[in-house]
């Protein structure tokens, strides 16, 4: 590897950050707000709109829909009218410019790499996380590319979270559940008030979910946030595969979109209150294409019907299952990481699975073992098999399933890469 900075290429900068720091997490705002200050990222950003977006679950279909409706404000202005706006999510699935993006696309490896030096310069004797790191990154990509408006995806918990430098103007918390307990605890109001952490005073504050612990509207109300909870202060209803919506200033009615409907209502309240209303037709328009990659994520395959998720906690494996409306039964691709609720994320397919299928994640050392996964399927009840990688597993269910069957792949962000690396090198 290079030692002068400049000339690092994207994978040796991220193999060097990757080794900078010994905790891959590591809570708390010190030395990455330290850091932001030298390189002046506070008062660069304290011009532009900030949307910052917590919660369990959710969060990601929040910003897929949020980028489909600034691009759909875009496409219906007048030049002289359009915004540049940018999003920072994580992880990633093939590509690490996938966190990154910049007007709906992803930021290039050069921008990326020189956000990266300037990094290296400023932070001297401080030493940085992978994840901190990343999101200096990408807020310094943004503050040269001029955005008006960025959206930052929390990555754990929120009040901690190396996001929660840059004061937001919105903050949305999608839902609460139980996942990351080691780091933000078992109990769902601390999550709720850890997750509530990115509020601020006199700024907008959403609850997406109507179920939200009590955590999240007393926090809004102790740091004095203008506070918007779904079903009371805006609201959806679905009926007869309609969406019908009343946010702040818009009341329509919509074909119900693919992606999840308190996300997708949030981001609606969002744009409705920052005044980038698309119009109703193309606001509709917008969300009936927005897919996202893993969040059931349909693709046909020899004629099999993959569906593939990041579900790794119950919660969200139980919305999977809603969301797959009807009964039949399916073959399941379950690989997860070990400090998860595994039984929990079993649990919604007892009943509606014929087979299932388990595999290591050989790269990936918080990875459940397959045997581990196979007797807590069998404790479930449902036939099983366990297989060394992807790739075994995947061919196996192939091979005992049918045309017009469908394949449930899902239990991480790894599993889902590791089908979506699958399927584009056989094509």
């Given amino acids: 590897m290079s030692d002068v900075p400049n000339e690092r290429s994207l994978s040796q900068w991220l193999q060097y950050i990757e080794a900078l720091h010994p905790s891959e997490i590591d809570m708390g705002l010190g030395r990455v707000r330290e850091v932001a200050e030298r390189m002046a990222l506070p008062e660069q950003l304290s011009q532009r709109k900030i949307v910052t977006i917590a919660g369990t679950n959710g969060k990601g279909s929040c910003v897929a829909s949020l980028e489909a409706l600034f691009k759909a404000y875009n496409d219906g202005s007048e030049a002289s009218k359009n915004i540049c706006y940018g999003s920072y999510t994580s992880p990633h699935f093939i590509a690490y410019n996938e966190r990154i993006r910049l007007n709906g696309e992803d930021a290039n490896d050069a921008v990326i790499c020189q956000a990266f030096s300037k990094i290296e310069a400023a932070r001297e004797e401080i030493s940085l996380s992978y994840f901190e790191f990343a999101t200096l990154a990408a807020l310094q990509v943004f503050v040269l590319a001029g955005c008006d408006y960025i959206v930052l995806e929390v990555g754990l918990g929120g009040r901690l979270d190396a996001v929660n430098i840059i004061d937001a103007d919105v903050a949305v918390v999608t839902s609460i559940a139980l996942d990351h307990q080691d780091w933000l605890g078992s109990d769902l109001e601390q999550i709720a008030r850890e997750k509530a952490g990115i509020f601020r005073a006199e700024k907008i504050a959403i609850s997406a979910s109507a179920e939200m612990p009590n955590g999240v509207a007393e926090t809004a109300r102790q ?205």
């Avoid at 019908?244 to 200033?249: E, F, I, Y």
């Avoid at 069957?405 to 979506?420: E, P």
């Fill in 223 to 427: 740091l004095g946030a203008k506070h918007w909870q779904v079903q009371q202060d805006y609201s959806y209803r679905l009926e007869n595969g309609r969406l019908h919506l009343r946010l702040a200033a818009q009341q329509l009615d919509i074909a119900k979109p693919g992606l999840p409907i308190p996300s997708v209502a949030a981001a609606a309240l969002v744009v409705d209150l920052l005044g980038l209303w698309p119009g109703d037709e193309a606001f509709a328009e917008a969300l009936s294409k927005v897919q996202l990659t893993g969040r059931c994520q349909r693709i046909s395959w020899q004629g099999r019907e993959l569906v593939l998720d990041v579900a790794h906690n119950p919660a969200a494996s139980a919305h999977l299952r809603a969301q797959l409306e009807d009964t039949r039964s399916d073959f399941l691709l379950l690989a997860a990481m070990a400090d998860k609720d595994l039984a929990g994320i079993i649990q919604p397919w007892v009943g509606s699975v014929k087979q299932a299928f388990c595999c290591d994640l050989p790269d990936t050392p918080r990875a459940a073992t397959s045997e581990l996964l196979y007797s807590q399927l069998q404790a479930a009840g449902i036939t099983s098999q366990a297989f060394a990688d992807f790739d075994a597993a995947f061919t196996q269910a192939l091979n005992c399933s049918e045309e017009e069957d469908r394949i449930i792949i899902m239990g991480s962000f790894f599993t889902v890469a590791a089908a979506l690396r699958y399927l584009t090198a056989i094509k």
